[in-house]
């Protein structure tokens, strides 16, 4: 019988590189500041406001629309987590508590939560 000399070896995933990450990061983090301001933000004001070329953002998404869903999402997901330690055993003042939070979470993004 005859073996071959040639492992084969499972695929592993990488992990982006850190400038990629943070490149992602950045445009996030622009993206969420331009929409807030301006809803219909162009990609160019994005990308200049990240400090990164159009081409760079369309590295990490492939749409307008799929970042914006991206930043909504992440947004979605701090509210949600910003609600997790608000208890209170009298249920109006937990609803009170609900309210305020939800304000606080979402005063820096009033023209992104319109959206939702």
């Known amino acids: 019988m005859e073996t071959s000399s040639k492992l084969s070896t499972p695929a592993v995933a990488r992990a982006p590189r850190r400038d990629a990450t943070e490149n992602r990061e950045a445009i996030l983090v622009a ?3 331009a929409l807030n301001a301006d809803i ?3 990609l160019e004001t994005i990308a200049v406001e990240a400090g990164l070329s159009r081409r760079a953002i369309y590295g990490h ?3 307008r ?3 914006v869903t991206e930043v909504l999402a992440r947004g979605a997901e701090r509210v949600s987590a910003s609600l997790i330690p608000v208890a209170h055993p009298d249920a109006r003042v937990e609803i009170a508590l609900f309210g305020a939070t939800l304000w606080a ?3 820096h993004i009033r023209v992104m939560a319109q959206l939702l």
Request: aromatic fraction near 6%; charge should be negative.
């Open 61 to 63: 998404f492939a749409t």
């Open 65 to 67: 629309d799929d970042l």
């Open 105 to 107: 979470e979402v005063a």
């Open 40 to 42: 219909e933000a162009s």
């Open 31 to 33: 993206a969420s500041s």
